[in-house]
């Protein structure tokens, strides 16, 4: 017999057991049933190769076994990383993840939540920095609401301030402490690759570096400060301009790792050395840096321990009635990258 065939009511004349029974052992109903019956029930169903009907389930426990993982860009090793954290905490737990990705569409966002709702998910965790554009806040905000007032729960990798538990990256602080390093190395004159402007996580690295620099009583150039995409060729293309202006830095910061890498490969093109005509530093440590060379100075955040970290708040224990936020430092790496300036 097919094991698309087999229907529960054969499973139950199998076991010898009522339809009712082996409905409640087979979908997780909260009823009880003895341990005696449920392993006859079991054992017939496995026997037989029955599948259980997903939808039956999620009626019978009022939630499935869907767990939901938003994404901007799944291509880029920082998402990549924090998947792979809540992909794990999610398998150890026996739990299916789906993966949906934005393309840093905060309208997609929502979206996507609002599906997983419909599909009965029983947690949600969302990745990425938040928007300055408060109406998408507000939008995602309150589809976090209903969502949670179904039952659902939701975890969030990002900025604090969504009605949801979050693990929060201190990236004013990371960048503070790589300015603080670089100004230590003999770096008197700085060049940013500041991302987009309306990137959260992009404007609290740039502030944070910028803060660092003014403290030491440097100033920043207007010129020496390019906004792009938060991509590798981003950063490749926002380098490109930076070299064609002019710049008198001695030390270029791109706001995240893949931007850093762009900008390396742009100065190699260029015929620039790195370190030697411009040193270079990132933020994020993604696994992938181990490929570049020179090797990359950049501040490192625990990628998949921050997802574990989300899933835990997602899956675990009861909810918090407000809603905990648990800051993630990141330690300052020094590589090949960067040197103290020739001049």
């Known amino acids: 017999m097919g094991a698309g065939y087999v229907t529960l009511e054969q ?24 341990e005696r019956l449920r392993e006859k029930v079991t054992a017939s169903a496995r026997e037989l190769g029955y599948l259980a009907n997903a939808s039956a389930q999620t009626l019978a426990r009022n939630s499935s076994s869907l767990v939901g993982l938003i994404v901007h860009d799944i291509s880029d090793p920082y998402f990549s990383s924090i998947a792979s954290g ?18 840093r569409s905060h309208h997609r ?33 309150k589809e976090i609401d209903v969502f949670r007032g179904q039952g ?18 201190d990236n004013h602080a990371g960048a503070a402490d790589l300015a603080r390093h670089l100004i230590a190395q003999g770096h008197r004159e700085f060049a940013i690759l500041a991302g987009p402007t ?18 030491a009583g440097l ?9 792009g995409d938060f991509t590798r060729d981003g950063g490749y293309e926002s380098t490109r301009r930076l070299m064609t202006m002019g710049t008198d830095a001695t030390c270029l910061f791109a706001v995240n790792d893949v931007m850093a890498t762009g900008a390396m490969a742009a100065l190699r093109d260029l015929g620039k050395s790195v370190p030697g005509d411009l ?13 570049l060379t020179p090797a990359l100075t ?4 625990p990628l998949e321990e921050m997802g574990r970290r989300a899933a835990a708040l997602a899956l675990d224990g009861e909810p918090a009635q407000e809603p905990q936020v648990v800051t993630v430092r990141g330690e300052v790496v020094e590589r090949a990258s960067t040197a103290p300036p020739a001049r």
Not at 279 to 291: E, K, W
């Open 109 to 141: 966002e929502s979206r996507l939540l609002a599906t997983l709702r419909a599909h009965r998910a029983r947690a949600v965790v969302l990745v990425g920095s938040r928007t300055t554009d408060e109406e998408a806040n507000k939008r995602l905000a």
């Open 198 to 215: 309306d990137l959260s996580t992009a404007r609290e690295r740039l502030d944070g570096f910028h803060s660092a620099l003014s403290s």
């Open 219 to 227: 100033g920043l150039a207007h010129h020496n400060v390019v906004h």
């Open 11 to 34: 499973v139950a004349e199998h076991a010898g057991v009522s339809l009712a029974t082996a409905s409640r052992v087979i979908n997780g109903s909260t009823r009880q049933v003895s």
């Open 152 to 169: 659902g729960r939701v975890a969030c990798v990002s900025q604090p301030g969504l009605p949801a538990d979050t693990v929060s990256p």
């Open 279 to 291: 040193s270079v530093a990132g933020f994020d440590d993604i696994p992938t840096l181990r490929d």
């Open 86 to 103: 809540v992909t794990q905490h999610t398998e150890e737990r026996d739990l299916v993840l789906v993966l949906g990705t934005t393309s």
């Open 298 to 301: 950049t501040v490192r955040l």
